[in-house]
Protein backbone atom coordinates (compact mmCIF):
# COMPACT_ATOMS: atom_id res chain seq x y z
CA UNK A 1 0.00 0.00 0.00
CA UNK A 2 2.57 2.33 0.89
CA UNK A 3 4.14 1.66 -2.65
CA UNK A 4 1.18 2.51 -4.37
CA UNK A 5 0.78 6.04 -2.08
CA UNK A 6 5.14 6.69 -3.32
CA UNK A 7 3.49 6.28 -7.05
CA UNK A 8 0.47 8.34 -6.55
CA UNK A 9 2.90 11.13 -4.95
CA UNK A 10 5.59 10.89 -7.82
CA UNK A 11 2.44 10.88 -10.38
CA UNK A 12 1.09 14.07 -8.97
CA UNK A 13 4.59 15.80 -9.10
CA UNK A 14 5.33 14.74 -12.34
CA UNK A 15 1.67 16.26 -13.52
CA UNK A 16 2.69 19.45 -11.91
CA UNK A 17 5.61 19.65 -13.50
CA UNK A 18 4.12 18.73 -16.53
CA UNK A 19 2.17 22.46 -16.45
CA UNK A 20 4.41 24.44 -14.62
CA UNK A 21 8.08 23.43 -16.54
CA UNK A 22 7.28 25.68 -19.65
CA UNK A 23 6.89 28.98 -17.14
CA UNK A 24 10.00 27.83 -15.19
CA UNK A 25 12.54 26.67 -17.98
CA UNK A 26 11.68 30.29 -19.80
CA UNK A 27 12.36 32.31 -16.74
CA UNK A 28 15.17 30.40 -16.27
CA UNK A 29 16.38 31.03 -20.16
CA UNK A 30 15.31 35.21 -19.40
CA UNK A 31 19.36 36.29 -19.45
CA UNK A 32 20.61 34.10 -22.67
CA UNK A 33 17.21 35.03 -24.34
CA UNK A 34 17.61 38.53 -24.10
CA UNK A 35 21.26 38.56 -25.16
CA UNK A 36 19.40 37.23 -28.75
CA UNK A 37 16.44 37.47 -28.82
CA UNK A 38 16.30 36.19 -32.89
CA UNK A 39 18.97 34.30 -34.43
CA UNK A 40 18.65 36.86 -38.08
CA UNK A 41 19.11 39.72 -35.96
CA UNK A 42 22.50 39.14 -33.88
CA UNK A 43 25.80 37.47 -35.12
CA UNK A 44 26.47 34.01 -34.73
CA UNK A 45 28.66 34.35 -32.15
CA UNK A 46 26.30 36.14 -29.71
CA UNK A 47 23.85 33.74 -30.68
CA UNK A 48 25.85 31.13 -29.65
CA UNK A 49 27.13 32.57 -26.24
CA UNK A 50 23.45 33.36 -25.60
CA UNK A 51 22.63 29.21 -26.27
CA UNK A 52 25.46 28.45 -23.64
CA UNK A 53 23.84 30.88 -21.35
CA UNK A 54 20.63 29.58 -21.31
CA UNK A 55 21.74 25.64 -21.51
CA UNK A 56 23.67 26.59 -17.82
CA UNK A 57 21.03 28.43 -16.52
CA UNK A 58 18.06 25.93 -17.25
CA UNK A 59 19.92 22.88 -16.65
CA UNK A 60 20.64 24.20 -13.34
CA UNK A 61 17.25 24.56 -12.34
CA UNK A 62 15.92 21.59 -13.94
CA UNK A 63 18.24 19.68 -12.53
CA UNK A 64 17.12 20.84 -8.82
CA UNK A 65 13.77 19.38 -9.92
CA UNK A 66 15.49 16.16 -11.09
CA UNK A 67 17.56 16.30 -7.63
CA UNK A 68 14.58 16.58 -5.29
CA UNK A 69 12.64 13.89 -7.57
CA UNK A 70 15.64 11.49 -7.19
CA UNK A 71 16.66 12.18 -3.66
CA UNK A 72 12.91 11.46 -2.85
CA UNK A 73 12.65 8.39 -4.84
CA UNK A 74 15.75 7.34 -2.58
CA UNK A 75 13.70 7.48 0.09
CA UNK A 76 10.58 6.19 -0.76
CA UNK A 77 12.61 3.30 -1.75
CA UNK A 78 15.11 2.38 1.24
CA UNK A 79 12.07 2.24 3.55
CA UNK A 80 11.12 -0.74 5.68
CA UNK A 81 7.54 -0.23 4.89
CA UNK A 82 7.72 0.09 1.04
CA UNK A 83 8.13 -3.31 -0.01
CA UNK A 84 8.84 -2.72 -3.90
CA UNK A 85 10.56 0.50 -3.59
CA UNK A 86 12.52 -0.23 -6.59
CA UNK A 87 9.22 -0.20 -8.45
CA UNK A 88 9.70 3.48 -8.24
CA UNK A 89 12.39 3.88 -10.37
CA UNK A 90 10.34 3.86 -13.60
CA UNK A 91 8.18 6.38 -12.67
CA UNK A 92 10.61 8.34 -11.53
CA UNK A 93 12.37 8.61 -14.72
CA UNK A 94 9.36 8.99 -16.58
CA UNK A 95 8.39 11.64 -14.02
CA UNK A 96 11.70 14.29 -14.64
CA UNK A 97 12.41 13.42 -18.48
CA UNK A 98 8.62 13.86 -19.99
CA UNK A 99 7.94 17.52 -19.00
CA UNK A 100 11.02 18.51 -20.41
CA UNK A 101 10.63 16.23 -23.32
CA UNK A 102 6.67 17.80 -23.57
CA UNK A 103 8.10 21.55 -22.75
CA UNK A 104 11.36 20.23 -25.85
CA UNK A 105 8.75 18.97 -28.47
CA UNK A 106 5.96 21.83 -28.03
CA UNK A 107 8.68 24.74 -28.22
CA UNK A 108 9.91 22.94 -31.32
CA UNK A 109 6.84 23.03 -33.14
CA UNK A 110 6.00 26.80 -31.78
CA UNK A 111 9.51 27.67 -33.37
CA UNK A 112 8.35 26.20 -36.84
CA UNK A 113 5.06 26.96 -36.96
CA UNK A 114 6.41 30.97 -36.21
CA UNK A 115 9.99 30.34 -38.49
CA UNK A 116 11.73 31.86 -35.13
CA UNK A 117 14.49 30.01 -33.18
CA UNK A 118 15.41 31.29 -30.74
CA UNK A 119 18.07 30.67 -28.10
CA UNK A 120 15.73 29.51 -25.50
CA UNK A 121 14.31 26.51 -28.00
CA UNK A 122 17.59 25.47 -29.24
CA UNK A 123 19.08 24.68 -25.88
CA UNK A 124 15.96 22.64 -24.64
CA UNK A 125 17.91 19.83 -26.41
CA UNK A 126 21.21 19.99 -24.71
CA UNK A 127 19.06 20.73 -21.52
CA UNK A 128 17.11 17.64 -22.06
CA UNK A 129 20.41 15.62 -22.63
CA UNK A 130 21.91 16.95 -19.68
CA UNK A 131 18.74 16.12 -17.74
CA UNK A 132 18.89 12.81 -19.17
CA UNK A 133 22.42 11.81 -17.63
CA UNK A 134 21.90 14.20 -14.71
CA UNK A 135 19.16 11.47 -13.48
CA UNK A 136 21.69 8.50 -14.11
CA UNK A 137 24.12 10.16 -12.18
CA UNK A 138 22.21 11.82 -9.35
CA UNK A 139 20.69 8.02 -9.21
CA UNK A 140 24.01 6.13 -9.01
CA UNK A 141 25.94 8.51 -7.55
CA UNK A 142 23.66 10.19 -4.70
CA UNK A 143 26.61 12.27 -3.27
CA UNK A 144 26.81 14.46 -6.71
CA UNK A 145 23.70 16.37 -5.76
CA UNK A 146 25.17 17.81 -2.57
CA UNK A 147 27.38 19.82 -4.90
CA UNK A 148 25.31 22.07 -6.50
CA UNK A 149 21.39 21.27 -5.34
CA UNK A 150 22.17 20.64 -1.19
CA UNK A 151 19.65 23.34 -0.71
CA UNK A 152 16.92 21.14 -2.32
CA UNK A 153 14.43 19.75 -0.26
CA UNK A 154 14.91 16.19 0.76
CA UNK A 155 18.41 16.27 -0.21
CA UNK A 156 20.92 14.82 2.56
Given at each position: ????????????????????????????GLPGALLAI???????????????????????????????IVNWTLKAG???????????????????????????????????????????????????????????????????????????????
Amino acid sequence: MKTLFALIVLIILGVVANFVTVFVLNIAGLPGALLAIDRTKVGKARFNLATIIVVLCQSYVYLAYTTFIVNWTLKAGRRDDVPLGFLLWLPAFLVVMFPIWNCLMHARMEAQEQGIFNAQVEALHATFLVTLLGFFLFAFLPSLMNLGWGWVPYVR
